[in-house]
């Protein structure tokens, strides 16, 4: 039915990615705020989630995160949060019954057979934490925006949206960039919920060449591509995304 959702419909949650925080889904949450229930947790250790395990597993992460995810939720996660909310469909079935992905993949570093990023990229980032947390952050910000046609206004955006909550400790946001070494394609592949996606074709942290396997990994799954958007179509292309969002909760069309 179109219009507001109703009180019997599931809620909608959304995951952020690495380095940021719950503050970039503002424009989304304006967007939806009439139409549906909207839950966006911080991920572990990140914004107001200042209790995060140690060591910083994947399993202890996506236990921590089901807490906090009502049973028949849409999940949708960008980044990182689409791999955790992967892991969360396969783990917790009862609590995902529509997974999205936002510029997401199971397994983000480049195989043989996969396409992704390079190692090397991900080792830099390890690298600087330890010397200038706030520089990497801003250096990966920049990186979300990177081939779109409005770079400095997304940065901007998405600059003030993370700077309203605290910074993640150092050893969170470490511990969460060594789960983008997670391969988590069989997982994908056995997931029962519906699989919908949103793209951009300039991203270059998840490259749009790795919608062809995820297609043969999940035959049903519905992917878009948004043509001049890079890593954060949400901010790039905040219109576009809504329109999808909306199709995806089956509220337009």
Not at 61 to 75: A, H, K, M, R
Not at 164 to 175: F, H, L, N, T
């Amino acid at each position: 039915m179109a219009g507001q959702m109703t009180s019997d419909k599931p809620g909608v949650v959304l995951l952020h990615g690495w380095g940021v925080n719950q503050g970039v889904w503002q424009g989304v949450r304006q967007a939806l705020a009439a139409k549906v229930k909207l839950t966006t947790p911080d991920l572990p250790g990140f914004g107001l989630a200042q209790h995060y395990p140690q060591p910083y597993s994947l399993d202890a992460v996506v236990t921590q995160l089901s807490e906090q995810i009502p049973t028949g939720s849409y999940v949708c996660g960008w980044s990182l949060g689409g791999m955790l909310a992967i892991a969360l469909a396969k783990r917790y079935p009862q609590k995902v019954a529509k997974l999205g992905l936002i510029g997401a993949s199971p397994c983000f570093v480049a195989q043989s057979d996969w396409p992704g990023m390079q190692l090397s990229v991900l080792q830099q980032f390890a690298g600087a934490l330890s010397q200038n947390l706030p520089l990497t952050v801003e250096r990966f910000l920049a990186i979300q925006a990177l081939g779109s046609r409005s770079a400095r206004d997304d940065i901007k955006t998405l600059k003030q949206a993370i700077m309203a909550y605290p910074m993640p400790p150092q050893d969170a946001i470490a511990g969460a960039l060594e789960l983008l070494h997670c391969d988590l394609r069989a997982e994908f592949a056995a997931l029962s919920q519906p699989v919908a996606g949103f793209y951009g074709r300039l991203d270059s942290l998840v490259p749009v060449a790795v919608l062809t396997q995820l297609q043969q990994l999940q035959p049903k799954a519905r992917f878009t591509v948004a043509e001049h958007a890079s890593h954060a179509p949400f901010i790039s292309h905040p219109q576009l995304f809504i329109n999808w969002l909306n199709n995806w909760l089956g509220e337009a069309g």
